[in-house]
């Protein structure tokens, strides 16, 4: 007889009515007390822990999925487990099965998560936007986009229309006008947009608004052999009681999901939060390690965000990147420049973007500098005294901050500018 260290109370290992489960290694059999959880790996859980589901769908993605990142099976299973909880986390990330070659394993994720998701629906050939609201009219489902690097072409008719649908149906309450025949005639009703989605193929070129909705899990080729092949004759019945294992979790933890509100990491914040608050709210109800385990998944998104920003791989706006260059290029604390001086600087600090050869076709000029910051950010340009035209500090200052290019404080009161000296201005 032992004694239980979480409950102080007595239990028999031997007993067989006491035996629940295994610990150890895939293939080794362990005896386990009633009461107690076992994680995926290996780990043991106080009596109350309610995330052994997402354990057993982590580990059963071990078993068939290698993603470059480990973690990425984690993911995948608080994913799967989010889609039976949408409604109640009013927010969906788009989730990107990606990989730069073919034979990496992206048609077999699909197939698993169409086991494991809520009502799923392979939608390969999905082309009509109109359809897709239909579809959502009947029933919240999980649209499952294969090949998507096809699918979502962007030199492909309609896919504009189709992509616009896929962005409004990430909050709960985006809608579409849709043509629905009457004995009349025509008739406009809004549907509903709203539903999880996940999208696979080869290094697909999503559109910014789409990539800051999703998050993305990588795969290569198991050249190894380190994973088992999906035989679906044989393991069918069991991916199928795994996902209705799924469907019942989700609704004991619904109530929790609905109101919980857990403590996000640092800088997760704006679109990243609509992304990542989902799935730590799912981690939440789960409990255990699973808070943590998310925790880590959203630092590393942000860190590889940041990376990616510094790669030059997210695109910058030309208003944005007109902001950071004068930024840049403004003189010490002097609080009022000339335009005539920002436009000659620019060219020559970054003469790609605003010179005579740059995409725009030729240099910047006074007219559409001022364009620029008046509609990109409400800033004008004004004259001190009789002077030429140009920008004051006071009246950038708080949108460089906003911007997260500066820490400035804000003068509390409007100073005085003075018109800078030197030859060179």
């Known amino acids: ?12 290992f031997y007993e067989p009515d006491d035996v629940v489960g ?18 995926s790996t290996g780990s043991v859980s106080p009596v109350g822990y309610r995330g052994e589901v997402l354990d057993r769908v982590r580990t059963w993605l071990a078993r068939f999925i290698l993603t470059v990142h480990d973690s990425d099976l984690d993911l995948l299973a608080l994913w799967a487990a989010h889609t039976h909880l949408c409604v109640e986390t009013y927010t969906t990330p788009r989730l990107v099965i990606d990989s730069p070659i073919h034979g990496a394993g992206k048609t077999t994720v699909m197939e698993h998560l169409q086991r494991l998701c809520l009502r799923p629906v392979q939608a390969a050939s999905l082309s009509s936007p109109a359809m897709l609201a239909r579809l959502l009219d009947v029933e919240l489902r999980t649209i499952l986009i294969d090949e998507v690097d096809r699918n979502l072409n962007p030199k492909r008719e309609g896919v504009e229309d189709l992509i616009a649908v896929l962005n409004a149906g990430y909050k709960r309450g985006g809608t579409r006008p849709v043509l629905v025949p009457t004995k009349d005639g025509w008739n406009v009703r809004e549907m509903p947009t709203f539903a999880p989605v996940a999208m696979a193929g080869n290094a697909p070129h999503l559109p910014d608004d789409t990539r800051s909705r999703t998050i993305r899990v990588l795969l290569l080729p198991d050249l190894e052999g380190r994973v088992e092949s999906s035989d ?9 009681d795994l996902g209705e ?11 929790t999901v609905r109101t919980v509100r857990p403590v996000l990491p640092e800088g997760c914040t704006g679109r990243s939060k609509e992304r990542w608050s989902p799935i730590r709210r799912v981690a939440e109800a789960a409990g255990g390690h699973w808070p943590s385990i998310a925790d880590d998944l959203i630092r590393r998104d942000l860190i590889e965000a940041q990376m990616d920003r510094e790669d030059g791989m997210v695109s910058t706006p030309p208003a944005v990147t007109l902001l950071r260059d ?3 290029l403004w003189p010490g604390d002097d609080d009022f420049t000339p335009t005539s001086w920002l436009v000659s600087e620019l060219i020559l600090h970054n003469p790609r973007t605003w010179g005579p050869d740059s995409a725009y076709g030729k240099a910047l000029t006074f007219q559409r500098l001022g364009r620029m910051l008046a509609q990109g950010f409400k800033v004008n340009s004004s004259r001190q005294g009789d002077g030429p035209r140009g920008y004051y500090r006071q009246s950038l200052a708080p949108v460089w901050r906003r911007m997260g290019m500066a820490p400035g404080i804000e003068p509390t009161e409007p ?4 018109r800078p000296t030197g030859e060179n201005r």
Do not use: C, K
């Not at 679906?232 to 199928?240: L, N, T, V, Y």
């Not at 100073?415 to 003075?418: A, C, H």
């Open 415 to 418: 100073t005085e500018p003075v």
């Open 232 to 240: 679906w004759e044989e393991i069918e019945i069991d991916a199928a």
């Open 22 to 39: 295994s610990v150890g290694p895939v293939g080794s059999v362990g005896l386990i007390p009633r009461g107690i959880a076992v994680g």
């Open 245 to 255: 294992a799924l469907a019942q979790w989700a609704d004991e933890v619904r109530d």
């Open 1 to 12: 007889m032992s004694v239980d260290p979480y409950t102080d109370l007595p239990f028999n």
């Open 326 to 328: 004068i930024h840049e």
